[in-house]
């Protein structure tokens, strides 16, 4: 099976910020595997733009070896290579002056798509935006792109929603959370929406609870000073395991469009229940043979910022009442791994009595790595001795049932850069949906402020602190494993 490539129209992207880690490791890359996939051609120009000095030829050598280690096997073909780096310039350009902004405004092509992609610290994000409106850069078919984190509490990102608008209306306003582009997460959508199979069951009378947990391996290193303000609630609760968690709860929207589906979204935000502070724990790794501990590497001894949050969440409408979900994500634990698990119910009667155990069918859903879904279901353990029974999992994972030519899933920022392209904001976030999510979010984090909350210690390599397990075993559950 071959996906098909529509190509799109042809572009200027401006990439602020075009000699940083994202734009080295992420958007350049995914621009150079969507070019290689013939998505979009020679009249197409990318502009990357920061305060450094570089040559074209200075800069076009460093991305191409970005591309080298990012894209290696499209960056091997030295046709591809040199094709997509004519298409690149480098402009010196400072977002808080008007250096450069001159020589930027001369570069770019009228009556044509038009994007801006903001890969800049947030501090920039309002003076970009204001600096493109007062270089008139701005035309009808302008976009601009925001990285992540949209501000750092709701005011801020209030403040934040109320600048952009002031320049640009929100259809123009793409705002990044890399995990919807992920093709598990968009799959999501195509299983409970394109099968009869699940929908009927998908509700507080057939599931039991659902787990949400996005583990990393990696700790804080490189990005102490971020890390440090923002903590694991608001670095990944409060956007990526928040946007998991609409993604399951939504109601089907009546159509796959934008409007549609963020609309549903935002209904599930606001039918959150404000978490019980029993409900929640928070983590800090500590050092170990493969690493320093959190407050070492931050170095500040006495930080009291998590690394770690798992807590249980309520989603109070008629769908979900009576049905937990329970988020977890965690730096430095046993695995990388994101997965969603949706625990049904028992079978009201085992007619096979008491011995034979209880059998909940599981549906897991694999982001990363592996990506794919297994539905686990219950039969008879094969041979003589009676009717012993056991689970099985059922497993797709998507690269073997794509079959060979599709064993490569398409990075998330493949899918969103060009979704910016063709104008497509289903799977960006509205300015209300953050907005939302730091309403619920903000309480939370007030309210360890105001407790002097201390993180849990959890050994580096571990599954994370035990009152973790204990907010499970409290409801008389258990954690799913963290597999890689
Ligand atoms: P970074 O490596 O520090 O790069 C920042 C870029 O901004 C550099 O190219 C820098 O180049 C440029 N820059 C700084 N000040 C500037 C100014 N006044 N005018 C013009 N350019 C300026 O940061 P990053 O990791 O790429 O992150 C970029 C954004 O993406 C941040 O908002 C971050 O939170 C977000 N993000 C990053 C990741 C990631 O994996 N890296 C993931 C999610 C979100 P010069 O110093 O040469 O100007």
Redesign the pocket.
Known sequence: MVSRVIPVDPFDLVI????????Q??ILPALFRRYCAGQWNDDVRIIA????AHDQAGYRAIVAESLAQHAPRQAADPGNLDGFLNRLQYLR????SDDGWENLSGQLTDLRIRAFYF????G?FAPLAEKIRQHGLANEQTRIVV???FGHDLDSARALNATLASYFSENQIYRID?YLGKETVQNLMAVRFGNMLFEPLWNSQYVDHIQITVAETVGVDGREE?YERAGAMRDMVQNHLMQLLCLIAMEPPAKFDSDAVRDEKLKVIRALDPVQPHHIVRGQYSGGPDGPGYREAVGNPRSTTESYVALRAHVSNWRWAGTPFYLRTGKRLVARSSVINVIFKDAPHSIFGAEAGRHANTLSIRLQPNEGITLKVTIKEPGQGGMRLIDVPLDMSFAEALGPGNQEAPDAYERLVMDVIRGNQTLFMRGDEVEAAWAWTDPIIAGWQARGDVPKPYDSGSTGPGDAELLMKRDGRHWQGIKP
């Open positions: 602020f910020g075009g000699t940083g880690d994202l734009a490791r992420k733009a920061a305060r450094s350009l400072d977002a808080s890969s800049v610290g947030p920039l990285e992540k984190p890399h971020y």
